[in-house]
């Protein structure tokens, strides 16, 4: 079973910065992408970014140009660096892992895990 670790997430001031940290465990394989999505009370979960373990990234538009995010693949470990954040950058931030598992040596499937979440507050 493939659990996911989050940290980094905590108070600031608008404009500026935080490192969030999802580190995956439980799985004999490299991920085949990893991400984080945000969500806020009364609102759907969103994705903030994505990046394949060959380095294919995908951003939200409300992100673009301030977030950045980075994956170290022997670790199964995702960063996501926030700059320049605003409190519309507010919520709880969960990190979300597609691991492949295989069958007598052949891709069997895909499995999707999510972390407990860390909340995010900018104040303005």
């Known amino acids: 079973q493939v659990q996911l670790v989050e940290s980094g997430g905590g108070l600031v001031q608008a404009g500026g910065s935080l490192r969030l940290s999802c580190a995956a465990s439980g799985s004999p394989y490299s991920f085949n992408a990893m991400g984080w999505y945000r969500q806020t009370p009364g609102k759907q979960r969103e994705l903030v970014a994505t990046i394949t373990s060959g380095g294919t990234t995908t951003f939200a538009d409300s992100v673009k140009g301030r977030f950045t995010i980075s994956r170290d693949n022997a670790k199964n470990t995702v960063y996501l660096q926030m700059n320049s954040l605003k409190p519309e950058d507010t919520a709880v931030y969960y990190c979300?892992?597609?691991?492949?598992?295989?069958?007598?040596?052949?891709?069997?499937?895909?499995?999707?895990?999510w972390g407990q979440g860390t909340q995010v507050t900018v104040s303005s």
């Open positions: 979300n892992a597609d691991f492949p598992t295989y069958s007598s040596g052949l891709y069997y499937r895909s499995w999707d895990y």
